[in-house]
């Protein structure tokens, strides 16, 4: 029976950390931090929770249901489940997530030298997209290329950028905007939304058990255990990077003031601090970080689109490759504009989901209580993306009267409510099914 030596889980952290940590992981701690400002570490709370807590409990209820997302959203039915896994997959996909990874390298690390302009853009992708393909056409790999050559080096960059951040600040912690004054932490909670690693995590579970069983691991109870510790060792390092993004922004408000996203803050900070060899410190950490992430989006849809739809691996790859070196040229700014209504509404489907997989021993039939909780998340989730996208006036005025709707958080008190109504309904039904008159 294989086992894994304590290098070995150390060099899956690792793998498990670069993961997740990719374009969004860097960017939007950096821009939250400076909103935030004397709220920073409200603000860093409610971001941790949902950028690291509940990835970490996705995998543990991947783990749970022994299986992928389809056996995730098993009690949904076939076709409902395999819409919203659809739905995941191709947010963290082709359309936004893995896009997302190239420009915002390109942005943050190519930029300052090369300058702007759609042809630099488009030979960069190129180039990028090139070693992804090469990268995630052997996702057998993934381990020794990724979690034992590339991440070291990215963990070396990353604590010299998370040094200087909490040592050398470009200034003191400046002022709140109005968005984060009444409730910072419900504030971080939406904004790490952003980061996808809820929605991540959903595919990277299969991810991280293929890596482990492609080590000769076979056990089922092992290959669980081995990647919740993965998923600790990388939510850990992701903590850590997050607190000190969140630092760095709140301090840089002097220096980066008028910056439009959290890239030009980074940019800004660096140049500050370290002068121009600073800037190819930042361009190593975004880089090699949106490279990992990269790779592990396009393997996890590789993987779950070949199986269901009967195609090979390889041919998948290559045109989510393709589809994303395409939509990765239209910009950071417009990709970030159209993908936060998606994410606004996906990410309550992604949390209630979690919650019932990990709450299902406090009901008999898990369709009786996921079909109908599900159900209104989408429609809340679906009224909080039409909000988000600025189609606010096409919206009942109920909605907005919900509690926390202002943050998009309108469905938590709706969901709650079904929820115990569907729970006590189940247990009526059982009883009147098991004791029939």
């Not at 709220?39 to 209820?61: D, E, I, M, Q, Y």
């Not at 975004?286 to 393997?299: D, E, F, K, M, P």
């Not at 045109?319 to 309550?348: C, H, T, W």
């Not at 809340?380 to 919206?395: N, P, Q, R």
Request: positive net charge; aromatic residues 10%.
């Amino acid at each position: 029976m294989t086992r894994f030596k304590g290098s070995d889980l150390l060099a899956l952290g690792f793998m498990t950390f670069a993961l997740f940590l990719g374009a969004g992981n860097i960017i939007f701690p950096a821009s939250a931090g400076m909103a935030s400002g004397e709220h920073v570490w409200k603000a860093a709370l409610g971001f941790l929770l949902t950028g690291v807590g509940l990835p970490l409990l996705t995998v543990v209820a991947l783990a749970r249901v022994g299986g992928g997302m389809p056996a995730l959203t098993a009690p949904l039915g076939k076709w409902a489940g395999t819409l919203l896994a659809v739905a995941v997959y191709l947010a963290i996909g082709p359309l936004f997530a893995t896009p997302r990874t190239a420009v915002a390298s390109f942005e943050i690390g190519v930029l300052p030298f090369t300058g702007g302009g759609a042809v630099a853009l488009f030979i960069y992708t190129c180039m990028f997209f090139g070693v992804v393909l090469f990268l995630s056409l052997k996702p057998g790999q993934l381990l020794n290329r990724v979690g034992k050559v590339i991440t070291p080096v990215l963990l070396v960059a990353l604590v010299l950028l998370g040094a200087a951040a909490l040592f050398a600040p470009a200034g003191p912690v400046g002022a709140t905007v109005q968005a984060y004054q009444a409730q910072p932490l419900m504030k971080g909670f939406v904004e790490g939304y952003l980061t996808m690693d809820a929605l991540g995590a959903l595919v990277f579970g299969v991810v991280i058990a293929t890596a482990i069983r492609d080590r000769g691991v076979t056990m089922p109870n092992l290959v669980t255990r081995y990647s919740i510790i993965a998923v600790l060792i990388a939510g850990t390092g992701l903590a850590l990077v997050y607190l000190s993004l969140f630092y760095l922004g709140a301090t840089s408000q002097g220096i980066a003031g008028e910056a439009s996203n959290g890239g030009q803050i980074l940019t800004a900070y660096v140049h500050h601090t370290f002068g121009s060899p600073g800037l190819l410190l930042l361009a190593t950490v975004i880089i090699l970080a949106c490279l990992t992430t990269g790779v592990g989006l396009i393997t996890a849809c590789g993987e779950f689109f070949s199986e269901l739809l009967h195609v090979s691996y390889a041919k998948v790859v290559w045109v989510f490759v393709l589809f994303s070196l395409l939509v990765s040229n239209q910009g950071l700014n417009e990709l970030i504009r159209v993908s936060v209504p998606v994410l606004v509404g996906l990410y309550p489907l992604a949390i209630v989901l979690v919650v019932l997989a990990l709450a299902d021993r406090l009901w008999r039939s898990a369709a009786r209580v996921f079909r109908p909780v599900m159900a209104v998340t989408l429609l809340f989730g679906v009224v909080d993306g039409l909000s988000a996208a600025g189609f606010a006036a096409l919206i009942p005025a109920f909605f907005s009267q919900l509690p926390w709707a202002s943050l998009g958080m309108g469905w938590v008190l709706p969901v709650l409510v079904t929820l115990v109504l569907a729970v006590v309904g189940d247990r009526l039904l059982s009883e009147r099914v098991s004791n029939p008159i």
